[in-house]
């Protein structure tokens, strides 16, 4: 689970000190709300040990980092201004660490980019949507508890309508040229990322 240290240290290394620990504790508690079965602590730790595969290729990467902590920070499966309301969360928590306005815009932008419906041109938000897109490359086992975790969280939507939608969800990862925007991850996980989609929607069809 990630610490409370850890968040204080990514702080640090951005020049300021951290939030009131009450800030870390929100968030922690956003992630632990029992609708969550998948956008959870355990989400947010699996993109950090996938962060430190890419944080070379990162411009920013405190800030690519700190996007992290706040990217699912608010989620709700009945709203559709869950990264909008998740980046002003951040940019705002940025700004009142007395962290420069351009840190708190980027940071911003980079939690706009896990929106997935726009190209990417800056490197830290390939490297942010690559750590938040790497479950689609995980081991079999892993991408199938996924699948059934994002289910669960959507369990309020019918059945048929369900499948539909995440086929097409799913199948719109598959046309791109390549779901992973950086040449690590598309060299590491975009092979297993297509099995594991065509499987997903297969079953999804059954």
């Known amino acids: ?29 956003c992630y632990s709300e029992p609708h ?4 959870t602590v355990r989400h947010l730790d699996e993109c950090f040990v996938k962060l430190e595969e890419l944080r070379t290729e990162a ?16 989620y709700d499966t009945k709203r559709q201004d869950n990264e ?12 009142a660490a007395n962290l420069p306005t351009s840190v708190g815009d980027r940071i911003h932008s980079l939690v706009m980019a896990t929106c997935h419906d726009a190209v990417l041109y800056e490197p830290d938000e390939k490297v942010l949507v690559d750590v938040d897109l790497s479950i689609l490359g995980e081991a079999p086992e892993r991408f199938d508890e996924y699948e059934d975790q994002i289910r669960e969280e959507y369990s309020w939507v019918p059945t048929f309508v369900f499948r539909a939608k995440r086929q097409e969800i799913l199948r719109g990862f598959l046309v791109r040229a390549s779901i992973f925007n950086t040449r690590q991850f598309v060299e590491a996980y975009e092979a297993q990322a297509r099995a594991n989609l065509e499987r997903s929607i297969k079953r999804l069809g059954a």
């Open 1 to 29: 689970m990630p610490s409370l240290v850890q968040w204080q240290q990514v702080w640090a290394r951005l020049g300021v000190a951290a939030p009131d620990p009450t800030v870390f504790e929100r968030l922690i508690a």
């Open 36 to 39: 969550r079965k998948y956008h």
């Open 59 to 74: 411009h920013h990467p405190e800030e690519v980092e700190l996007a992290l902590w706040f990217h699912d920070v608010v």
């Open 84 to 95: 909008t309301r998740s980046a002003e969360w951040a940019r705002a928590t940025a700004r």
